[in-house]
């Protein structure tokens, strides 16, 4: 069973920065992609970064610039750094890991940009 481990949210004021941590239980080449989603209160999911098998990366316009989607493959973990948070960041993040037709989910974690 695949297990994803999100970690890394919290409350931080507009401006700020954080960085999220996708730990996951196999090979991240084992994954065709890694992905970050978020969700807002009362509104869909949707990806924010993704990470391919070769390193290739793909941003959502809102965080391009500000957000870097990373991995350390010998940690399997992917990082997603946030800088010059918005308070319209503010969402549960999640991370999604594919592989063939199946994807695979973590619990979550909260980001919320305030002051």
């Known amino acids: 069973q695949v297990q994803l481990v999100e970690s890394g949210g919290g409350l931080v004021q507009p401006g700020g920065s954080l960085r999220l941590s996708c730990a996951t239980s196999?090979?991240?080449?084992?994954?065709?992609?890694v992905a970050w989603y978020r969700q807002a209160p009362g509104e869909q999911r949707e990806l924010v970064a993704e990470?391919?098998?070769?390193?290739?990366?793909n941003y959502v316009d809102a965080v391009k610039g500000r957000f870097t989607i990373s991995r350390d493959n010998a940690k399997n973990t992917v990082y997603l750094q946030m800088n010059s948070l918005k308070p319209e960041d503010t969402a549960v993040y999640y991370c999604r890991a594919d592989r063939g037709p199946n994807d695979y989910w973590g619990q979550g974690t909260q980001v919320t940009v305030s002051s």
């Open positions: 196999e090979s991240i080449f084992s994954f065709n992609r």
């Open positions: 990470i391919g098998y070769f390193g290739l990366t």
